[in-house]
T-cell receptor, first 117, second 116 residues
């Protein structure tokens, strides 16, 4: 098992451009999460999927953000009309999705660092 | 309201010494889970240890142990015999409720630096 992978690892873009990030979870994991982490802070939850269904979205996820997991495997996070405030590390995590068990550990990928100029 | 508080922004420890990283939390739920993650400079969040609110024993994983004091709402991470590779950011996190279908909330982290 190769763990959670994310692509690209780094992205530099100009304000107003659209960007898309990809996350490949651990193969048998049903749940997939997106977080955003700014410098000096802990990760903040953005959204998560149970298989292909998007079950929760944070208020941090503005209309410019959209996430998909079309076949319940990999996921994409798109940011439209990027702003300088979008500069952050975008982390993806996956978990088995153990129902009714709070110890459903999330395993994280290496992240995509976005810089908006 | 902030749910997870890590009061130590940075710590320096001599190699081979034990170190305790503080974490306090706030929740009105009776059932919750507490996690610690390590984030080296490479950026990846590495799961270290988990403690459930109903677990009677403190969790241990190798050199990591969690000093869980429920009445004080604290979940401090203890690293024994620190190594140079332990230098990293450490995040305490919590999931409220007894369902895995809820988000994890992270603290602001503690940067640990191990001196040779």
């Amino acid at each position: 098992d190769t763990g959670v992978s994310q692509d690209p690892r780094h992205k530099i873009t100009k304000r107003g451009q659209n960007v898309t990030f990809r996350c490949d979870p651990i193969s048998e994991h049903n749940r997939l999460y997106w977080y955003r982490q700014t410098l000096g802070q802990g990760p903040e939850f953005l959204t998560y999927f149970q298989n292909e269904a998007q079950l929760e979205k944070s208020r941090l996820l503005s209309d410019r953000f959209s996430a998909e997991r079309p076949k319940g495997s990999f996921s994409t996070l798109e940011i439209q009309r990027t702003e300088q405030g979008d500069s952050a590390m975008y982390l993806c995590a996956s978990s088995l999705g153990l129902a009714g068990v709070s110890a459903d550990t999330q395993y994280f990928g290496p992240g995509t660092r976005l810089t908006v100029l | 309201a902030q749910k997870i508080t890590q009061t130590q922004p940075g710590m320096f420890v001599q190699e081979k010494e034990a170190v305790t990283l503080d974490c306090t939390y706030d929740t009105s739920d009776q059932s919750y889970g507490l996690f610690w993650y390590k984030q080296p400079s490479s950026g990846e969040m590495i799961f270290l240890i988990y403690q459930g609110s109903y677990d009677e024993q403190n969790a241990t994983e190798g050199r990591y142990s969690l000093n869980f004091q429920k009445a004080r709402k604290s979940a401090n991470l203890v690293i024994s015999a620190s190594q140079l590779g332990d230098s990293a950011m450490y995040f305490c996190a919590m999931r409220e409720g007894n369902s895995s279908a809820s988000k994890i909330i992270f603290g602001s982290g503690t940067r640990l630096s191990i001196r040779p």
